[in-house]
Structures are given as structure tokens and as C-alpha cells.
């Protein structure tokens, strides 16, 4: 794929992709795409999902239409911009502090349900339990709450600045800002979900591995 420009195909959902374009029909659109290994790997995308293709240096080929029966509402210029706001968002939008978030809220919530507020002897074993983290056994909280977290992460909203878009006038497109905090909730619900169950999954290691048990 190398000595020429490459073709570009891009989707509905904002993502992207280059390779070299290789046939399309009303139902796909076929393209070769090099792995990391080195290897070409062959992929065929729905013609329903793609929004455009466009051939070395010749033309875009848009196949996006407006068609309010399979839910296509906005025109394709309006589309084009709602993709921007998704492929920004993809690429500029960070959720490093969302995923730490909800690792610590994760943890908290495990240190916190197994903590056992004062000493407890074993009925059976007289075994005593000492006060302290990890100590107690864990309730149905464990699993709860990590899948609460990203409830409340997902109706937060953060501020869009200048430096999430690639272009800062796109800021003032409404299609583009729709786009962008689409796939901005995604990520950061995404992000504070496997955040919150590591977190909770660190916890219940350290509790196997810590607690002492009555029997």
C-alpha cells in the first residue's frame, strides 16, 4: 500500500480508517487494511454504517443520505459535522481522571463494606476477628455500586473547550457539539465502569488474601 495515497473510509459512529479501497455494491464497501504484524487483513463494512469513501486523490464518495424511514434525520452536511464532534471526541477527550474516579470509588467502596467496626469472636472456633479493613465479609454492595458509578458519570457534564476540537469554529456547530458529547458520555461511562470494577476487584483480593475467617 505504499507509493500512493491512501484511501480513507469514513464511518457513522466517527471512526476512520486507511487502506486501500477495493469494491463497493449497494450492501458493502470492501476495503485491505496492513496490520501491525505487517499482514493485510481484508474487511467489509455495511454500506449503512459508511458515510463516505474517497479513492487516492479522486473525489469523495459520499453514501450517506437523509432518510427519515432508517432513521438518517439530519442532512449529510449536518452528518459531516456530527462526525467531526465524534472523531474529536474519540481522539481529544481524555477520561485518565474518570477511570481513576472510579477505581477509588471502586476501592473505597470494598475497603469501606468490609470494614468491621470492632473485634468479633467466632461462636464455634473462638477464633477473634480484630477491628479493622478487610475484616468483615463483603455484602451485595461489591456489585452494586460499580454499576451505579457510571450512572452518575454518564450525567455529568463536563465543559467543552477550545482544545477538544480540531478546529475551534466547529464549536459553534450544534451537529458537531451533538456528536462530541455523544461519544464523550460513551468513553467516560465506558472508562468509569472498568475504573469502578478494578477498583472493587483490587478490594476483594486484598480481602482474600487479609481476612481471617471463623472457619
Known amino acids: 500500500m505504499h507509493g500512493r495515497t491512501q484511501d480513507k473510509i469514513l464511518l457513522l459512529n466517527g471512526k476512520s480508517y486507511t487502506g486501500k479501497y477495493l469494491s463497493s455494491s449497494p450492501d458493502l464497501v470492501n476495503f485491505n487494511f496492513k496490520k501491525k504484524s505487517g499482514k493485510i487483513k481484508s474487511f467489509s463494512f455495511e454500506s449503512n454504517r459508511v458515510y463516505s469513501y ?3 486523490n479522486n473525489e469523495e464518495v459520499v453514501l450517506y443520505k437523509k ?3 432508517i432513521y438518517n434525520y439530519y442532512t449529510p452536511d449536518q452528518m459531516r459535522m456530527f462526525i467531526y464532534g465524534e472523531e474529536d471526541a474519540y481522539h481529544r477527550f481524555k477520561v485518565k481522571q474518570t477511570w481513576l474516579v472510579g477505581f477509588a470509588v471502586g476501592l473505597g467502596t470494598s475497603l469501606y ?6 473485634s468479633y469472636v467466632c461462636p464455634n472456633s473462638n477464633v477473634t476477628i480484630p477491628k479493622g479493613f478487610l475484616n468483615r465479609e463483603p455484602s451485595i454492595a461489591q456489585f452494586i455500586v460499580p454499576f451505579v458509578v457510571p450512572i452518575v458519570t454518564g450525567a455529568i457534564k463536563p465543559k467543552m473547550k477550545a482544545k477538544h476540537a480540531s478546529d475551534p469554529t466547529f464549536l459553534a456547530n450544534e451537529f458537531y457539539i451533538e456528536g462530541f458529547k455523544k461519544v464523550r458520555r460513551f468513553k467516560r461511562v465506558k472508562s468509569s465502569l472498568f475504573g469502578s470494577l478494578c477498583g472493587v ?3 476483594m483480593i486484598a480481602y482474600s488474601i487479609n ?3 471463623c472457619n
Open 113 to 118: 463494606d468490609t470494614y468491621l467496626s470492632s
Open 67 to 69: 432518510d427519515t424511514s
Open 211 to 213: 481476612s481471617t475467617s
Open 54 to 56: 474517497k479513492v487516492g
Open 201 to 203: 476487584a483490587v478490594g
